[in-house]
């Protein structure tokens, strides 16, 4: 806003012919309170830019995240006066809006919201980087960054495969393609990829265990690294690097932070820690690009995790902390980007069994996520007769009194302790009477047990779900630095990728 009022009328207007068409239409940056703060801004360029995905991410997942925090940490404290604890990136200077709705849905896919979130197009559910007749691509912003000379960095809490880093280096018409992915990672010439590993599962006959697209990666001069030790060891002078975390689930994801192991002697690397190395390896005189994806959010939202989504939301607010600090050091050359690329679950903050009340801190004695629940106990109930002999692994997983001889706020009440009666059964014996259509609006595709357990303790809680699925509401854009002013007001997500390049003097296509 100051830089933007302090240039005069007549230059806005020079600055309006020349730019016209082309990069003002994309940034639509004078939308936002009717004139003169953020027309483009060629002198402002952004050399160090950081560019964060909460996927899953909504102003509620945010927010229930700063509510837990500021819940517990009222238990501590007696005299605590009652207000969100505000994370970093709810802290940042400039806030905005972004629409989520894709080229075919009001309901985007993270494929579409990542093809618009990297290139600054809308396409279809499952495309990557190409445009809606699946025949033309796109350039990404990070290949923009990239053949600027700047060095590229992206990392994902799942596979780096996955929809959302795909984005940003690869051009498929269906997001399903891992091995065809993989091979252009493997081409991008990015410097740093960091996180989740591969789901390409074609595999060269001498090396069993080593997917194409990492030997293709190699080939072409990666260095791959899958240990902690191989990990810190990485430095500025090591080349191009692909590090990938050693404990992964089977997606080839890293684990949800509320299971991670977080013991000095640990193999299992943070999503912040892979932030703070990607900063280590891309410093370099000509600039970097660095995307970072906390993408399980996304997974335990479409799971009705509460606990789960807070904790990885947080482990994200972390990696975001690296990009501050790094943001001290370089402040009139930074940019920082948070936002998300859709909400998931319908997650709101408000049931009607607790009315205006919440009690978020109900949440702080789960233990595990829902799918770890799901693996030691629910995925097998042959050992348990029925409910009863698994309320002490419930108990230690998920908090809640059920033999109802402790504290009354953790117990489900006789219409909760019928559900779980009922999903034990269904589970253990069978959909029984049930139709498709009920179960499914029941239990999703998941765990009919481990889904009412989090739906219980969620509700006891004061949080609630509409859907298994993402929802069309818009994210909220959280930005400080370089432009950081033409990210407030309420725009297009394609004009947030717009805006990031702008702020980097980079047109795209
Ligand atoms: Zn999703």
Not at 14 to 32: E, H, K, P, R, Y
Not at 427 to 446: A, H, P, Q, R, S
Request: aromatic residues 10%.
């Amino acid at each position: 806003m100051k830089r933007g009022i302090r240039r005069s009328a007549w230059l806005s207007l020079v600055l309006l012919v020349l730019f016209s068409g082309t990069m003002l239409s994309g940034c639509d940056d004078d939308d936002n309170d009717g004139g003169s703060k953020s027309i483009v801004q060629p002198s402002a360029k952004a050399k160090y830019v950081f560019f964060f995905i909460g996927d899953g991410m909504s102003e509620v997942q945010v927010n229930s995240a700063e509510v837990y925090k500021a819940s517990v940490e009222a238990k501590i404290d007696p005299n605590y006066i009652n207000s969100p604890r505000l994370l970093n990136m709810s802290k940042m200077p400039a806030t905005g809006y972004a629409t989520t709705y894709d080229a075919g849905s009001y309901i985007t896919d993270s494929a579409s919201a990542g093809t618009a979130l990297a290139c600054g197009y809308k396409t279809l559910n499952g495309v990557v980087g190409m445009d809606v007749t699946k025949t033309k691509s796109y350039k990404t912003i990070a290949e923009a960054a990239k053949e600027k000379g700047m060095k590229v960095g992206i990392v994902s809490s799942v596979s780096i495969d996955h929809a959302t880093p795909a984005s940003f280096y690869a051009q498929v018409d269906s997001r399903e393609k891992y091995h065809e992915i993989g091979m252009q990672l493997a081409e991008s010439n990015f410097d740093y990829f960091g996180g989740g590993g591969f789901r390409d599962n074609k595999y060269p006959g001498d090396k069993a265990n080593t997917p194409a697209c990492v030997n293709a990666a190699t080939a072409n001069g990666y260095r791959y690294v899958n240990t902690r030790a191989d990990f810190e060891a990485l430095k500025n002078t090591s080349g191009k690097v692909i590090a990938v975390n050693s404990v992964l689930d089977s997606s080839r994801a890293m684990p949800y932070e509320i299971i991670r192991d977080k013991s000095s002697s640990n193999d299992d690397i943070s999503l912040a820690e892979f932030t703070k190395k990607g900063i280590e390896l891309l410093d370099n005189p000509a600039g970097f690009f660095m995307m970072v994806e906390g993408g399980k959010i996304d997974w335990a939202c479409h799971a009705n995790d509460a606990a789960s989504a807070i904790q990885d939301t947080l482990a994200f607010d972390e990696a975001i902390a690296e990009a501050l600090a790094f943001y001290e050091k370089h402040p009139d050359e930074t940019l920082i980007i948070v936002t998300g690329d859709h909400e998931c679950g319908g997650m709101t903050m408000g049931f009607s069994g607790t009315g205006y009340f919440t009690y978020m801190e109900r949440m702080k004695n789960q233990t595990m996520s829902y799918d770890k629940f799901d693996s030691l106990y629910a995925n097998n109930l042959s050992g348990y007769a029925s409910l009863t002999d698994l309320y002490d692994e419930i108990e230690s997983s998920f908090g809640l009194d059920m033999d109802k001889n402790g504290d009354a706020a953790y117990q489900p009440n006789d219409y909760q302790m019928s559900l779980l009666t009922e999903a034990f059964d269904k589970k253990k014996k069978g959909k029984g009477t049930m139709n498709n259509d009920e179960f499914y609006l029941l239990y999703g595709g998941y765990n009919p047990l481990s889904v009412t357990l989090t739906h219980v303790l969620n509700q006891i809680s004061g949080i609630a779900w509409t859907s298994y699925s993402h929802t069309g509401v818009p994210v909220p854009v959280f930005a400080k630095g370089v432009n950081e002013d033409s990210f407030n007001g309420y725009y297009d997500n394609t004009d947030v990728c717009r805006k990031v390049a702008a702020a980097m003097s980079i047109t795209l296509q």
